[in-house]
């Protein structure tokens, strides 16, 4: 079955240090992978996307990914993190519905990130 | 950001009313979403229609019904809700059905259902 899971409820890190929030998928065929933030009262903004190439992608705010097909895995990553990216960050893999054609999203659960000053 | 619009952001019934929630896109999209968000699960695709024809029902109760009259305007048609329907609905756009065509989302709709 299709599943998204990020392992990591919360996490709370420093202004200025680095990030990491972990995606796992699972899904047979060529994944369609994205991750979106919501602030607090907002809708969900995409930050970057994956369907092929190069496994190291860039997106907004200064956040990148990198999709790691042999451990399933689609982490994001961002080097110094400000304290305005204190949000909620969602994994989610694209997929074709059991009636085909068109992209049903599959979300995982999300993780709260906090950011001490 | 002004692409995918809902109203109201905020809504307060009784199980035996009935509201309606409204989404409007203005990005040129021929596709629309209604996903559910509950403080308890992850992001649950309810409803999606293509060209203003549904092409998804992911077995959401009767009491939800979906309305799409043209490509730039969705709209949830609430009634004898429960107080498990209590959530966030948020609406999404994309340019087309297609698995790589991104999803654009609105800033939801906080709903209680008292």
């Known amino acids: 079955a299709q599943s998204v899971t990020q392992p990591d409820i919360h996490i709370t890190v420093s202004e200025g240090a680095s990030l990491e929030l972990r995606c796992n998928y699972s899904y047979g065929a060529t994944p369609y992978l994205f991750w979106y933030v919501q602030s607090p009262g907002q809708g969900l903004q995409l930050l970057l996307k994956?369907?092929?190439?190069?496994?190291l992608v860039q997106g907004i705010k200064g956040f990148e990914a990198e999709f790691k097909r042999s451990q399933s895995s689609f982490n994001l990553r961002k080097p110094s993190v400000h304290w305005s990216d204190a949000a909620e960050y969602f994994c989610?893999?694209?997929?074709?519905?059991?009636?085909?054609?068109?992209?049903?999203?599959?979300f995982g659960a999300g993780t709260r990130l906090a950011v001490h000053p | 950001e002004t692409g995918v619009t809902q109203t109201p952001r905020h809504l307060v019934m009784g199980m035996t009313n009935k509201k309606s929630l409204k989404c409007e896109q203005h990005?040129?999209?021929?596709?629309m979403y209604w996903y559910k968000q509950s403080a308890k699960k992850p992001l649950e695709l309810m409803f999606v229609?293509?060209?203003?024809?549904?092409?998804e029902n992911n077995s959401v109760p009767s009491r939800f019904s979906p309305e799409c009259p043209n490509s730039s305007h969705l709209f949830l048609h609430l009634h004898t809700l429960q107080p498990e329907d209590s959530a966030l609905y948020l609406c999404a756009s994309s340019q087309d059905s297609g698995v790589t065509d991104t999803q654009y989302f609105g800033p939801g709709t906080r709903l209680t259902v008292l």
């Open positions: 989610a893999v694209g997929a074709h519905s059991i009636s085909g054609g068109y992209n049903k999203l599959i």
């Open positions: 994956y369907f092929s190439g190069d496994t």
């Open positions: 229609y293509s060209l203003e024809e549904r092409v």
């Open positions: 990005l040129g999209h021929n596709a």
